[in-house]
C-alpha cells in the first residue's frame, strides 16, 4: 500500500505542476473588450430592430410614392370611406338653414319712431309744417297728416294706435327683409328656408319664397302694408315708404350661429364605411399614393396582420431580425478586427455606435419624411458613414463597415437588392476618394462627383427594377436629382462639422496636420525665437522623416508634422543644448552629470506640458515623449562613471529616458532621424560610406537596445528607412567642387583705366 501511496503522491505533486487551462468562455466573457463589443452590438442591432418592426408593419408604399404594382386586398376588411363620409357630412351642414338675428338697433328705432308719430302729426295743420326729414322718410301726405292726426285728438285712440303699432313690430318679427346680397346667397343654398331668431328662445323657418329683400320695393311695400292692417290706408303707404327709403334689413345672417348649427348637423351624421373583398384591388398602378388610399392601405395590412397567428407573426418577424443581429455582430467584430483600438477604449466605442446608430435613424427619418425620393434617404446616411469613417479612421474601415451598414439599413427599411446595391456602390465611390484628405475643398469635390455617380446609378436602378408605368420617368428624375443633392450635401456638412468629428472620434486628419505644419503657428515661431538651433535641426528632422515614412508607407505628413514639435522642451533652457550654444561655453561644465541628466531629461516633460499649453492634438504627444524612447544618456553616464570610484559606479538606468518606447511606425522613424541627424553633424567628412555606415550603425544600436520593440516595424522596413536616410543626407552633404583661386602676378602691371571700371562694375 505505501508504493501505491508514494506513487499517487507524486501524481499529485506533478499534477500541481501542469498549470491549469481556463477556461476560455469565461474569459472571453470576462474580458472589457468583449462587453464593449457587447453593448456596441446592443444599440446597433435595438436599433435596427425596432425600425424592421416599424417598418413592416405598414404598407409597401408611403404616401407620395408612386405605386408601380397595384395594391390587392389580401382579406376582406371594412374602411372607413372618408370621402363619403366628408361628402355626408357637408351635405348635412349645406341642408341646415343658415341662423339670422334681429337687427336690433333698427326695429328698434322704426317702433319708437311709429309710436311717436302721432305726436308730430298734431303740432302741424298743413304738410309743410312737418320736418322736412321726417315728412321724406315716410313720404307724408295732406290726407296721412290728417289721419294721424284724428289719433292724436284723443287718448283712447292714442293708446289704440300704440297696441297696431305693437301688434305691426310682433308681426314684422314673423317675417325677414334681407340685404340684396344675402338673399341671393340664400337662393343659392340646399337648405330651401332659414331660421329667423326671434327670441332667445324662440325661433321660426322662413321659406325661401316668403323672403324678400330691400332691393326690391314693391316685395318690401306688399309685405309691410300687408301686416300693416290695422293702420288706415294713407298711413299704411307712409310705413312702406319708410321701409322703401331706409333699405335696411329686418335680419342679420349670423356666422357663429350658423356654424354651430351646422357642425352639429355634421358631427351627427354616423361615419360610412366601405367593404372590401379578398383579392379586390385597392388602389391601382400607376398612381400617386394620396392619403385617403394611404388609411386604405393600413387598413388591409392591420386586418391582415390581426388575422395572423402568434407562429405566423413570429416566423414573419423571426428572419429580418436574426439577419439583423447577425449583421450587428459581424459589423461589430469587424470594426475591432481592422481598429482594435475602437473595442479597447469605450469612447471610441461609443462615439462609432452613436455614429451608426444616428445613420440608421436618419435613413428611417429620410424615407418618413419624404417618401417619394427614398434613394436618397436611404443612400445619404450611409454616406455620410463612409466619409466620417474614411477621413477619422482608414479607408479599410470605412469600406468594410459602408458595406455593413448599407445591407442592415436595407434590411431595416425592407429596401430592395437593387437600391442596397446603389447604397453599397455610392460608398465605394466615395472612400475611393478619400485615400488622402489633404484640401477642404476635396470634401465638396468628392461629394459632387458621388452625387454625379450615384444620380446616374439611381436612374439606372428605377429604370431596371422597377415597372414602366405612367409617371415614372418623372419620379426617376425627381429621385436622381435629389440623390445627387443629397451627396453634394454630405460633402458641405462633413466640411462644416470636420473640428466637430476630429474631437469626437479623438483623431487628427490631414487637414489639420497641415495647419500644425505652418511655420507661423505660434509654438514654432516661439521655437525659431527662444532656439534657433532646435527649430533648424527639427526641420531637418523632419524632411529625413517624411522621406522616410514615405519610403514604407507610414504617414508621412503626419512624421513630419511630430518632428517640427518633438523638442519643443527645449524652449525653457535652450542654451543647455548644445545646438543652441553656437561655440560658446558648455554651461554643463559647472554642472554634475545628475544635474545636466536632469535637464536634459526634463525637456521631454516640459514639452509634453507645452504641447497641452497650446491646444496640439493628442497624436503628437506621443512624438514628444517617445522620441527618445528609454535609450541611455552616454555623455553624462560615462562623466558620471569617470567622477565615481571603481566601487560606486552610477546604474545604467539612472541615466537613461523615462520613455515610453516608440508604439507607432511614425515615432520610430522619428527616434532613428533623431539621433542619425544630430550624429551627421559631428562627421568631419561625411562621404555616402561614411554616411551608410552611420546610419546602420545607429540602427542597430536601436534595435539591439530594444527601442523598436513596441512600433510594429519590421527589419525589412528598418532596412528600407536606413536607405531612406542614407539617401536623404547624402543629398544634403553632398560633396562642392572647390574653387582655384586666382594667381597673384609676380609684378602687378598698371592697369588701364577701361580696365578699372570694369573691375569695379563687377
Not at 240 to 267: C, H, M, N, S, W
Not at 529 to 537: D, L, R, V
Request: glycine share 6%; net charge neutral.
Amino acid at each position: 500500500m505505501s508504493v501505491f501511496k508514494g506513487s499517487t503522491s507524486r501524481r499529485r505533486e506533478v499534477r500541481k505542476a501542469i498549470p491549469r487551462q481556463r477556461n476560455g468562455l469565461r474569459e472571453l466573457v470576462t474580458r472589457g473588450q468583449f462587453l464593449w463589443g457587447a453593448l456596441m452590438t446592443v444599440l446597433i442591432a435595438g436599433t435596427a430592430g425596432t425600425i424592421a418592426l416599424k417598418v413592416r408593419d405598414r404598407p409597401e408604399y408611403l404616401p407620395g410614392q408612386l405605386v408601380d404594382r397595384a395594391q390587392v386586398a389580401r382579406v376582406a376588411f371594412e374602411s372607413l370611406n372618408l370621402e363619403a363620409t366628408k361628402q355626408a357630412k357637408e351635405n348635412a351642414a349645406a341642408k341646415e338653414p343658415a341662423v339670422y338675428v334681429p337687427n336690433t338697433q333698427f326695429l328698434e328705432a322704426t317702433k319708437k319712431k311709429l309710436e311717436t308719430l302721432p305726436a308730430v302729426a298734431a303740432s302741424a295743420e298743413r304738410i309743410d309744417q312737418v320736418a322736412e326729414d321726417i315728412r321724406v322718410e315716410f313720404g307724408l301726405t295732406d290726407i296721412s297728416l290728417a289721419d294721424l292726426r284724428q289719433f292724436q285728438a284723443d287718448g283712447k285712440v292714442l293708446d289704440a294706435w300704440i297696441k297696431s303699432v305693437e301688434q305691426f313690430m310682433f308681426e314684422l318679427h314673423k317675417r325677414a327683409i334681407l340685404s340684396t346680397d344675402r338673399f341671393q346667397i340664400e337662393q343659392l343654398n340646399l337648405a330651401p328656408y332659414i331660421r329667423l331668431m326671434i327670441s332667445d328662445n324662440l325661433s321660426t323657418l322662413i321659406y325661401h319664397a316668403e323672403l324678400v329683400h330691400y332691393g326690391d320695393e314693391t316685395q318690401v311695400r306688399t309685405m309691410v302694408e300687408g301686416i300693416a292692417k290695422d293702420f288706415p290706408a294713407s298711413i299704411r303707404k307712409s310705413i312702406g315708404t319708410y321701409f322703401i327709403r331706409a333699405k335696411q334689413p329686418t335680419y342679420r345672417f349670423d356666422q357663429a350661429a350658423t356654424d354651430k348649427v351646422r357642425a352639429e348637423a355634421a358631427k351627427a351624421v354616423q361615419p360610412t364605411l366601405s367593404k372590401y373583398e379578398p383579392n379586390q384591388t385597392i388602389v391601382e398602378s400607376g398612381k400617386v399614393l394620396e392619403e385617403p388610399a394611404y388609411r386604405l392601405l393600413q387598413k388591409e395590412h392591420e386586418t391582415y396582420t390581426a388575422s395572423l397567428s402568434q407562429t405566423e407573426w413570429l416566423f414573419k418577424h423571426l428572419g429580418p431580425l436574426v439577419l439583423i443581429l447577425g449583421l450587428s455582430i459581424g459589423l461589430v467584430g469587424y470594426i475591432a478586427t481592422v481598429k482594435p483600438r475602437v473595442a479597447q477604449n469605450p469612447m471610441r466605442g461609443l462615439s462609432l455606435s452613436a455614429l451608426l446608430v444616428a445613420c440608421l435613424a436618419l435613413a428611417m427619418f429620410g424615407v418618413e419624411f419624404r417618401p417619394d425620393t427614398i434613394a436618397a434617404g436611404a443612400v445619404a446616411p450611409v454616406l455620410l458613414s463612409a466619409f466620417i469613417l474614411a477621413i477619422a479612421y482608414d479607408q479599410r474601415l470605412a469600406l468594410g463597415v459602408g458595406v455593413l451598414l448599407s445591407l442592415l439599413v436595407g434590411l431595416s427599411l425592407d429596401l430592395s437588392v437593387g437600391l442596397v446595391t446603389v447604397s453599397i456602390f455610392g460608398s465605394m465611390v466615395a472612400i475611393a476618394q478619400l485615400h488622402d484628405v489633404r484640401h477642404r475643398s476635396t470634401l465638396v469635390r468628392v461629394g459632387f462627383v458621388t452625387g454625379v455617380v450615384m444620380g446616374v446609378t439611381t436612374f439606372a436602378y428605377g429604370w431596371t427594377e422597377r415597372n414602366a408605368v405612367e409617371g415614372m420617368m418623372q419620379v426617376l428624375w425627381r429621385e436622381s436629382v435629389f440623390t445627387f443633392v443629397g451627396c453634394l450635401f454630405v460633402g458641405f456638412f462633413v466640411l462644416g462639422t470636420l473640428p466637430f468629428i476630429e474631437r469626437l472620434f479623438r483623431v487628427t486628419t490631414a487637414m489639420t496636420l497641415l495647419e500644425l505644419g505652418d511655420m507661423n503657428r505660434p509654438l514654432l515661431r516661439r521655437l525659431a525665437q527662444s532656439a534657433p538651433g532646435t527649430f533648424n535641426h527639427s526641420l531637418q528632422v523632419a524632411n529625413l522623416a517624411a522621406a522616410a515614412a514615405e519610403a514604407i508607407g507610414a504617414n508621412s505628413l503626419l512624421a513630419r508634422v511630430g518632428a517640427y514639435y518633438h523638442d519643443i522642451g527645449k524652449i525653457h533652457k535652450p542654451q543647455y543644448f548644445v545646438e543652441n550654444q553656437g561655440g560658446g561655453p558648455n554651461r554643463h561644465d559647472k554642472l554634475s552629470p545628475a544635474m545636466s541628466l536632469l535637464i536634459i531629461v526634463g525637456h521631454v516633460k516640459d514639452g509634453m506640458e507645452m504641447a497641452r499649453e497650446y491646444g496640439l492634438p493628442p497624436v503628437l504627444y506621443h512624438f514628444i515623449e517617445s522620441h527618445h524612447g528609454t535609450t541611455l544618456v552616454e555623455y553624462f553616464y560615462h562623466a558620471a562613471k569617470k567622477q565615481k570610484g571603481e566601487d560606486d559606479q552610477p546604474e545604467e538606468i539612472e541615466f537613461r529616458y523615462p520613455g515610453p518606447k516608440p508604439q507607432t511606425k511614425e515615432a520610430g522613424i522619428l527616434m532613428l532621424c533623431d539621433c542619425v541627424e544630430s550624429a551627421s553633424r559631428t562627421m568631419p567628412d561625411p562621404t555616402p560610406a561614411r554616411i551608410e555606415q552611420l546610419v546602420h550603425k545607429l540602427a542597430t544600436k536601436r534595435l539591439a537596445d530594444g527601442q523598436f520593440d513596441e512600433c510594429d516595424v519590421t527589419l525589412r522596413e528598418l532596412h528600407q528607412v536606413e536607405q531612406a536616410l542614407t539617401k536623404s543626407l547624402c543629398a544634403v552633404y553632398h560633396g562642392r567642387v572647390a574653387y582655384p583661386e586666382a594667381e597673384k602676378p609676380s609684378k602687378p602691371a598698371r592697369e588701364k583705366p577701361e580696365e578699372q571700371g570694369e573691375r569695379r562694375a563687377v
